[in-house]
């Protein structure tokens, strides 16, 4: 993942209910997050296993969460169908009929496990060259010989994992062609005095597949209650403030999960850029993590959107056994 998108996120463990079985993203998922919250135990990386709520506002919503839970429990993310009670007890304003219990969902703080990772790499004799663009790449004897700035670096594999510019790093290497489609998504957040309305992770039911989970509500493991994110295809790969929806926009799916809301209890938050090899038009992409199909001295790590935070760290095993293999 690239620095912009792995921190630019909600910060939620995912435990793997909403991708199709089958997939990387579902297997993927479901592995990286027992190997993050482990690994976030370990190294002292603010975390929790919190749960979360996926919350049906009408009785017509409860067959959907039942499809939903089946899909959870193949890909090995089990959920319970709770009461209006149960989401009383935990999230007392918050409406709803019925909801999933996800006891497995979590959150943890993004910049804090980058900035862990990067320290350990380092400790481990990682060289790490910040500054340094990939300005071009020539053929080597012993593989690709990269270009930046300051400096030519013979490499014998080249794993492309440079998010939003995976497909421009691609065509540069001589791999193989993909595009990644730039999808951005703006935040709002609740004003400090409200925060006290969400205690953990809500999230309505998603109404068909598609590109996101629509508005949600995530206190994070610093406090903030962020709302969001919405999804917007644009042009640019570094526009992260152009054309932002007013927070006039995010009262009324606020408002179905958090009916005492009004405009006066939101603020602008940030916003996120999400990779996906998924165009407008379809509604669901896998992760293309595989040897490259042109250039054997490239694997491909690209369209790292969600669950790309959860999945990380079983996303480099799996990368860690094609290095082997090519080795």
């Known amino acids: 993942m690239g620095h912009e998108t792995s921190t630019r996120n909600s910060g939620v463990i995912h435990a793997g209910i909403y991708y199709p079985a089958q997939t990387l993203k579902a297997a993927l998922c ?21 749960g979360k709520l996926i919350v049906a506002a009408t009785a017509q919503e409860i067959p959907a969460l039942e499809r939903l839970a089946e899909r959870a429990g193949v890909n090995g993310a089990p959920v319970d169908l709770v009461d209006r009670a149960f989401i009383a007890a935990h999230e007392p304003h918050v409406a709803g009929v019925a909801a999933l219990w996800s006891h497995t969902t979590g959150r943890i ?20 060259l910040p500054a340094s663009p990939l300005i071009g790449a020539d053929p080597h004897p012993s593989g690709i010989a990269l270009r930046t ?21 691609s065509a540069t290497l001589g791999g193989e062609a993909f595009t990644i489609y730039p999808c951005r998504g703006d935040y709002a957040e609740l004003a400090p005095s409200r925060r006290d309305m969400v205690n953990g992770l809500v999230y309505p039911v998603p109404h068909a597949p598609g590109h996101g989970l629509g508005v949600h509500l995530t206190r994070t493991t610093w406090g903030s209650v962020l709302l969001g994110p919405t999804i917007q295809y644009q042009d640019r ?3 992260y ?3 932002r929806l007013p927070l006039e926009a995010f009262v009324d799916e606020t408002r179905a999960l958090l009916p005492e809301v009004t ?3 939101l603020q602008p938050a940030s916003s996120g850029i999400r990779a996906k090899l998924c165009p407008p038009t379809e509604a669901f992409a896998d992760f293309l993590i595989q040897r490259d199909t042109a250039n054997a001295h490239i694997v491909q790590v690209a369209g790292i959107d969600s669950p790309g935070l959860t999945s990380s760290l079983a996303i480099a095993a799996r990368v860690a056994a094609i290095v082997s293999d090519a080795a």
Do not use: M
């Open 109 to 128: 703080e993004p910049e804090a496990y980058v900035r862990t990772l990067q320290r350990l790499a380092s400790a481990a004799g990682v060289h790490v």
């Open 149 to 169: 700035p300051h400096e030519s670096i013979a490499a014998r594999l080249v794993i492309n994992a440079a998010g939003l510019w995976a497909d421009a790093v």
């Open 263 to 265: 405009l006066a209890d």
């Open 241 to 243: 403030e152009s054309n």
């Open 30 to 50: 479901v592995e990286g997050r027992e190997r993050l919250y482990a690994f976030a135990a370990q190294h002292g990386v603010p975390h929790d296993r919190c």
């Open 237 to 239: 790969k570094d526009d």
